[in-house]
């Protein structure tokens, strides 16, 4: 795929851009200048915390969980657990308590004070008051617990299934699957840590830590116009550039929330969740050439444009009917795969929230960086499957290597006074 032939078009974009990156740098002197060092703070003095961003509150109770079409903050956590449950009466216990303590930790609160002689509330990682911090806690089941547990049986959401591998995958089956996931998110990674840690003290009796994967999310500066690009990915492309509009809530109902009479009741609601750690082979794709880097994906990597508008925005849809043959976007170009963008391949839109993780260096000595993909939507065979589908061979695979993950049925949201799950919990109840 590698193109050598000389690319002015390509220079005068990159200059264009580097004099636009100047001015913006220019309009904040103090990103572009030496700060002084501050003299009244020790070494050993913590960051500067942001009170108003720490104050910020995402309303846990709603129609639909938190976490799917909120904006993504900073930081996250994709947990999974395997659940011990004896009975229908212990799954809701396990709900009911999950949902409480969800309730206290995307609220925030003063941590309770206890007889310094028995082991306190919690972890202290956030100290006496507990800041809400942008925190979403969202709650999904796994094929595992309906196939396994008797009393849910005919309840299963129509297309949950255990995630099976495709050809480019080499799963590790202790980075895969569960009864149970949890997607924290947070400002802060320490907010996402103590709700974790919360949940695994509060549910021991229910919950067994399977696998979890921490992630981040660079932040972006707005652009000239007031929006905020997409987030890069370790591969250094944006990542969410065709994702579509979380704020138009006649989408959302058509490709993210579950309904119809092809789904349990108690499900109406929810949501699919597909879940992949993938893994970035990023020390050869840092030696491919730029060009091939950009084919192989679709688009520009300085700007995300696609490459038959590299002046434009990543926002700009490419126009893939006057390249019928593939000249500029090949045809087996990430996005073009992906999204071909005919009427048929509407339905097979999702919703993607994923996260970069890093997790040190492997024993061959490269690093093990990627992605945790998150994608969420109503019809999981025709979204995420679909498409895995289509991309099923594609040049990127020479880049990724996916090694572990899950499919989940996010519940649907609570009420105050009420608990997650507890339609599925009726609706068992009167099987």
């Known amino acids: 795929m590698q193109d050598d032939a000389p690319r002015p078009v390509f220079r005068r974009q990159l200059l264009k851009g580097l004099g636009a990156a100047a001015g913006a740098f220019a309009a904040l002197p103090a990103l572009a200048q030496d700060q002084p060092p501050d003299q009244a703070r020790n070494v050993d003095a913590a960051p500067h915390g942001q009170a108003e961003a720490a104050a910020r509150r995402v309303p846990f109770h709603g129609p639909h969980q938190a976490g799917i079409t909120t904006p993504r903050p900073a930081n996250g956590i994709l947990a999974t657990f395997d659940l011990v449950l004896g009975t229908l009466d212990d799954f809701q216990r396990m709900l009911q308590l999950l949902t409480q303590r969800a309730e206290f930790l995307t609220a925030g609160g003063p941590v309770p004070q206890r007889d310094p002689k028995l082991p306190p509330a919690d972890s202290g990682l956030l100290g006496p008051m507990v800041s809400p911090d942008n925190l979403t806690v969202t709650v999904a089941l796994g094929d595992s617990l309906f196939e396994r547990q008797p009393w849910l049986s005919g309840l299963k959401p129509a297309r949950l299934q255990r995630m099976v591998q495709f050809r480019n995958d080499a799963l590790d089956p202790a980075l895969c ?22 949940v695994l003290k509060n549910l021991s009796e229910f919950l067994v830590l399977r696998w979890m994967v921490e992630g981040s999310v660079p932040p972006e500066l707005p652009g000239p116009d007031g929006t905020t690009p997409s987030a890069r990915n370790f591969l250094g492309f944006r990542d969410g550039s065709a994702n579509p509009d979380a704020t138009d809530a006649a989408a959302m109902d058509r490709i993210v929330w579950t309904g119809g009479k092809d789904e349990p009741e108690w499900a109406h609601g929810g949501s699919y969740q597909a879940v992949r750690i993938i893994r970035n082979l990023v020390e050869r794709w840092d030696r491919t050439p730029l060009r091939e880097q950009e084919r192989i994906f679709g688009r520009m990597k300085h700007n995300g444009a696609p490459l038959d ?17 593939g000249e500029t976007t090949p045809m087996n170009a990430h996005i073009r795969l992906a999204n071909p963008r005919t009427p048929d391949s509407q339905k097979n839109l999702m919703l993607r929230r994923p996260f970069n993780y890093s997790r040190g260096a492997m024993k061959n000595g490269q690093l093990d960086q990627g992605l945790l993909f998150i994608a969420w939507q109503a019809d999981l065979e025709a979204g995420f499957i679909a498409v895995q589908e289509k991309l099923n061979g594609e040049p990127l695979e020479e880049y990724i290597k996916p090694i572990g993950g899950g499919y989940f049925f996010a519940l649907p949201g609570v009420q105050p006074g009420d608990y997650l799950g507890s339609s599925l919990v009726n609706a068992a109840r009167r099987s």
Do not use: K, M, V, W
């Open 177 to 198: 699957h569960g009864d149970l996931s949890i997607q924290f998110c947070a400002n802060l990674q320490d907010t996402c840590l103590y709700a974790l840690r919360d």
């Open 309 to 325: 508008a590299p002046d434009s925005s990543e926002r700009h849809t490419p126009d893939y009917a006057a390249d019928p043959e």
